[in-house]
Structure formats: structure tokens, C-alpha cells
């Protein structure tokens, strides 16, 4: 399905579904690994942080990398299969899948062992840039792009591979322009939020299924980001019409939503799920709020609680296997950085200065 958006629309909705970065020129050189500036030895070589950070750089002549890379927390970075990278995936064994924008309309996806520097193979030819990668029990990958046709023209693409493929197995049917954020919950359903007016819509595939099984369209918006509770539970942060956002969570199977959060929440940028259910949702500063994650208990529309300090601009959020939380901060000003907290703190034990710019992370768990 194609869109076509006028340019003020355009301006609005292409911040809240792609990366942002501050936009200040990164310095010339970098060391090899990427070290925490605070408390550095305050976690046992064994248990300390790991994620992966893509990175971009918004200026060739002033970055180490510029074609960009994939930083690893406190080891080293990938470059060899990297270029301009827009999305980052794993799946159960851990390996790594990187969506890399190669030309304008054009991408490729590489494919990593766990903490690998070189690529194990390439996706080639994917039609668009990859917008969101998702990777199933069974090791199938899901690439979500995007296609340019004009300046104000885009069309959805969808692809799957088989575990181990490096060539589509079928086509994915039923996608918008701004198609995004793949997802699959534990029953193996695929879940993509879509949008071309308001509201949008969420397409729901049965595994092995290549259209939609149903769509979701009540509570949705402007579908910012998808995830999915242990319980098989839909999340779906959500820019409203009115300007404003809000958090609305379907029970497994469902089409309409049980719940619907709005307290604490503004100028909604990301969201993660703990193992325990309990949903947290990042909010950009706004000029009567500060930037925040605010937290809410599984099952709970009420704000349990919110984290302020190290917060700047929380473009993403993700956990890892033993509770932290990490958070991708994108001042418009600044370094990029990632704080990590442990679990449920509300004050960051590392903080990572980032090299480039923020492209997107991805944490084991």
C-alpha cells in the first residue's frame, strides 16, 4: 500500500518512526571498545552490561566510522557489514541481524554470531530501507521496509526469510507506508504497526502466514513502537491526533483493549516490557514536563512509578536477561549516550558516551 503526505505531515510523523541523534559532529578518533564514564569496575567482568548500539554518522569527515557501526558495550565495534545501519534484531541463539541502508531505496541486511565482528552472511536486495527486523522461535526473519517513489510518496515492503536463508521465502501482504516495528509474541503471531491517515492500524499474520489474519484499528493511533508482554499481551505506544499519546494493551487474541494508559505519559518516544509484565514507557521532555520513563505494573493503568535521573530524550528502551533497563538517551543537543540501570533503580550504575549518532539497540536476554 502506497502513502502520500503532504510535507507538514511529513515533518510530523518521520521523527517518531525513525532515528534522531543530536547532530553534533562525533570526535575524530575512538578507542577500540566503548567504556562506561561512570562507575566503570562497579560490575564483575562477568555480569557487567552488553548491548548492541548501532550508530551512524552524520558527518563523514568527523567520524571514526563513517560508514557507521555496531558498538558493542564494552567490547569492540562492527564495521564489516555495516553501512549506514537503521535497525538491529536477535534472535533465541543470540545472533545478530543488522538492517543497513545502503542506498536510497535500498538495504541489506547482515547477519552476526553472538559477539562476532564479521558477518556470517548478507541479505542482499532488499526493496527499501529496513525499518524494523524481527526474528521468530523458529529462527525466521521478518524484514519491514520502506520504499520511496518521489519525494512524498512511500510504500511498505515486507519480507521473510527461512532460518539460515539469505533469499525471501514470501512476501508480506497488507503493508503502509509507514509500516514499522515488527514484533512476535510467544504463540508466534507477527504483529507490524502501520499508518497513513489517523489512525493507523496494526496487521496481525498467523505463523507461517504471509496476510493478515486480522487488524487491529481500535485504540490505534499513530502506532510509535510495538512490543509484547510474556503474557502474549499487545502493547502499542501511540501519538494521538490531538497531539498527545498514550499506551493502550490488548490481552493475547484480542482486538480490542483492555486497558488504556495516560497518566504521567507525554510526547511518548519508546516502551519495553520485564519479565514481570510491567510496562515501561519513555516520554521525550516537553515544555511542561521533563524527560522520563514512567512505569506502570502489569495490568495497571496507574503510575507506579518514574525515573528522571539520567534520562535526556529516552529513544529506546530494552532489558536485558537479568532485569536492567537499558536507555538509548538522543539529546537535540549533546552526546548520545546509554544508561543503564539495575533492577528497579531509578538512578543509572553506567553511562555510555556514544561515538556517532543513535541508529537503534538491541540487548540479549
Known sequence: MRLRLPTTALILIFPML???????PAPATAPPSLTSTTDPAGASKTNRPFAYVAQTCPSSSSCPSPNGMVQMLGGPAITTGIENPTTLSLDASGNLYVGNSTASNEGDVSVYAPKSVKPQRTLSGIIGVPKGLAADAAGRLTVIAQYRSGCCELEGTGAIYAAGATTPRERLKGLSGFAHSPVHDKFGHLYVGNFDVFPGWVSVYRHGQHAPSRVIENGVGLPIQLAVAPNGDLV????????????????AGKSTPALTIVAGIHSVSAVAIDAEGNIYVGNGRTKKARASVTVYRSG??????????????????????????????????????????????????????????????????
Open 300 to 365: 495497571q493503568e496507574t503510575l507506579w512509578r518514574s525515573i528522571h535521573s539520567g534520562i535526556i530524550y529516552p529513544a529506546a528502551l530494552a532489558f536485558d536477561s537479568s532485569g536492567r533497563l537499558y536507555v538509548a538517551n538522543v539529546p537535540r543537543r549533546g552526546t548520545n549516550t546509554i544508561a543503564v540501570f539495575a533492577p528497579g533503580g531509578s538512578t543509572p550504575v553506567h553511562t555510555y558516551a556514544l561515538k556517532e549518532q543513535f541508529a537503534a539497540l538491541a540487548v540479549p536476554r
Open 18 to 24: 525513525s532515528g534522531c541523534g543530536s547532530g553534533v
Open 236 to 251: 502499542v505506544a501511540n501519538g494521538l491526533f490531538s497531539g498527545g499519546s498514550n499506551v493502550v494493551v490488548y490481552p
